[in-house]
Each structure stands twice: as C-alpha cells, then as structure tokens.
C-alpha cells in the first residue's frame, strides 16, 4: 500500500512537473512572440520614418519642378511678349478667370490647376506671326487675318510631343481656344462638345479680358458692354455652360479683374499677347 502511495505521488510529480514545463515553453514562446513583435513595430516605426522622408523630399522634388515649369511658362510668354509690347497683365487675369471657372465647373482640383497653369500659354504660337501684322492697328487683310489664324496651329507645334501633362493641356488650349461652340471657329472648324473643354473655358476669359483691356487700337470696353457681347455670343462662340458659370459668379471676376494691377511686369506676371476675336478681318482675332 505504501508503494502504491510513493508511486501515486511520483505520477503526479511528473504529471506536475511537465505541466510546468509545458507552461514554461507557452510563456517562453509567447515572450519570444513579443519580442519578434517589439522589433516588428520598431521596422515598421523605422519603414514609417523613411516613407515620410521619401515623401517630404518628393514633395520639394515636385515643388522644384512646378516652380520650374511657371519659370519657363514666363520666358516663354515673354517671348511672346516681344512680338507685341501692349500685353498688360492679360495672363495672369485670364489664367485666374480660368481657374475660378473650372472650379465652378465642379471639376477635380487637379484639373483646376492643370488648367490655371496651361491657359498662358494659350498665345504663344503669336511667336510665328509678323510683327507687321501682328503689330497692325488697322482692319486686316483677308490673307493677313489667315495668317493670323495660324498661331493656333504654331502653338500647338510648338507644345506638341511633350510627355508632361500639363504642357499636353496647353497643346489643347492652344489648338481649341479659337474653336466656337457653333462650329465657325477655326481651326478646325469645332463644335459644342467635340471643343475640348479646356479650350472652352480659356475661349470665355480670354476674350472677356481683351474686350476689357486697353489695346493699340482700342481703348477698354466698359465692363457693360463685355457681359452684353457675351450674353449674345452664349450658344453662338460660347458654351451656354461656361457662360452661365462665367456670370453665376461675376463678383468673383470683377474682383481678380480690379486686384491684377496694369503696371507689373511682364516676366513676373505671365504678360502675353492677347487675342480678342469679334472683330472680322482685325487684329482681335
């Protein structure tokens, strides 16, 4: 009885003793688990750190190349700007009225801005035209306005063939922004929808600011008169959309109209050649 007893004891012992054993392994895993876990969140914390350096150094890359791009939008408008001296602060006010109806348009911020900072460019095939054309304060030709006609298509070539984005935008621009939505613009003899939008919208401002804005051969139409013409020209040379849009918050382009002073230079302000385009056979195309 006695033996029993001692061997009873010796299986519990060891029955003990393993589960000890058992639970010392669990505790051991689980500090090792721990362990791989600290180290774990410390590389994702090290992963974390570097994506955001990464990020940040992105970000001035981005930062540098944007600043590079409005640099050489501003050379080249200023080399536009030789071909015609009476430029004002035409881009800037254009580019901003663009801006502020693509975002009344309900478009994506980053269409608004690709479209802020395509519309300069919108001219710059004038580069190609003759001064003595370009430069003339009388009525034109019917062969001088087709020569005129042309700095659409100079435009385009001159911005074609870029992989960048935005300089893509300014071939459309450039192209389209002479387009009517009747379908009696030129170059191509466009209409409504088949208009890129963006050369829509750069059509409006565009010409709002060259009935606006003193010229050569005008002085600046009242503020009046400009939203009459426009008015009349909605489902004619614009689209009603834009046109509604354009009046819907007039406020709005009045106050970039009166806060873009004259009297800043051209290089600073995107200054370029305007085009108005009422006039048959003049130098506002």
């Not at 700007?81 to 602060?89: A, I, L, S, V």
């Not at 580019?95 to 300069?120: F, M, N, T």
């Not at 750069?202 to 503020?223: G, H, I, W």
């Amino acid at each position: 009885m006695q033996q029993d007893n001692i061997s009873e004891k010796s299986s519990d012992q060891k029955q003990l003793e393993k589960y000890a054993n058992d639970l010392r392994r669990i505790y051991d895993a689980e500090k090792a688990k721990q362990r791989e876990l600290a180290l774990a969140y410390q590389q994702l914390g090290n992963y974390a750190e570097d994506l955001n350096k990464n990020f940040r150094a992105l970000k001035t890359a981005h930062q540098e190349l944007q600043d590079a791009y409005i640099d050489t939008i501003q050379r080249l408008v200023l080399a536009a700007e030789y071909k015609d001296e009476d430029t004002g602060d035409h881009i800037i006010r254009m580019s901003k009225y663009c801006r502020l109806i693509a975002e009344k348009l309900g478009l994506p911020d980053e269409s608004v801005e690709s479209i802020h900072y395509a519309a300069p460019m919108h001219d710059i095939g004038k580069v190609g035209i003759p001064d003595h054309i370009l430069m003339k304060p009388g009525k034109l030709t019917d062969e001088e306005f087709d020569i005129i006609k042309t700095h659409t298509t100079i435009g385009a070539k001159i911005l074609s063939g870029s992989k960048a984005e935005i300089l893509t935008l300014s071939e459309e621009i450039a192209h389209t922004h002479h387009e009517k939505w009747n379908g009696k613009g030129y170059p191509r003899g466009l209409s409504e929808s088949k208009i890129p939008l963006a050369g829509r919208i750069v059509s409006l401002a565009d010409v709002f600011d060259a009935l606006t804005s003193r010229r050569p051969y005008k002085e600046p139409f009242p503020v009046e008169m400009a939203f009459d013409i426009i008015k009349k020209e909605s489902g004619l040379h614009f689209d009603p959309d834009i046109v509604d849009v354009f009046f819907a918050n007039i406020n709005g382009i009045l106050t970039i109209k009166e806060s873009v002073s004259t009297k800043r230079g051209a290089l600073q302000q995107y200054s370029a050649e305007v085009s108005g385009i009422f006039g048959e056979n003049s130098t506002i195309d």
